[in-house]
């Protein structure tokens, strides 16, 4: 049993398969995502192009577009284990639509990413509020700006 005050520790794959670029590096993602970490995590984050991403939310959430982030997680594991898959062309599109750096943006979907496997979410108001809360200290311990304020 590790002792209350040792850092979680993380396991993570990182898989490029995206055609777009810049993308972050791996340990761009390994110190964002172990900024968000409460426990123990093995994670595998795949980076893919806007098909794969459509094609992986119509058959897992039923919803027919790539969205930016879909977070598996496989609960009955020790360490927590679950696979992340970031689709970045809509990452751009939004960091260019909400006028954000593209990487502060993939910041805040690498730490947004990790709290879900964790068990945070922000389907109901209250646990939204939580979610965003946590987002946000961890952003700016980061020293990235607020990812929910308006530029």
Known sequence: MKSTDSKPK?????????????LPTRPQWRRWIKAALQRDVSMTLRIVDEAEG?????????????????????????PLSGDVVICAPVVAREAAEQGKDLLVH??????????????????????????????????????????????
């Open 10 to 22: 993380l396991s993570l794959t990182v898989q490029y398969v995206s055609t777009s670029a810049p």
């Open 54 to 78: 459509r094609e992986l939310n119509k058959a897992y959430r039923s919803r027919d577009y790539a969205t930016n982030v879909l977070t598996f997680v496989y609960d009955d594991t020790e």
């Open 106 to 151: 993939y910041a805040h979907l690498a730490i947004h990413a990790a709290l879900h496997l964790q068990g945070y979410d922000h389907e109901i108001d209250v646990e939204a509020v939580e979610m965003e809360a946590l987002e946000t200290a961890l952003m700016l311990k980061l020293r990235y700006p607020d990812p929910y304020k308006e530029t």
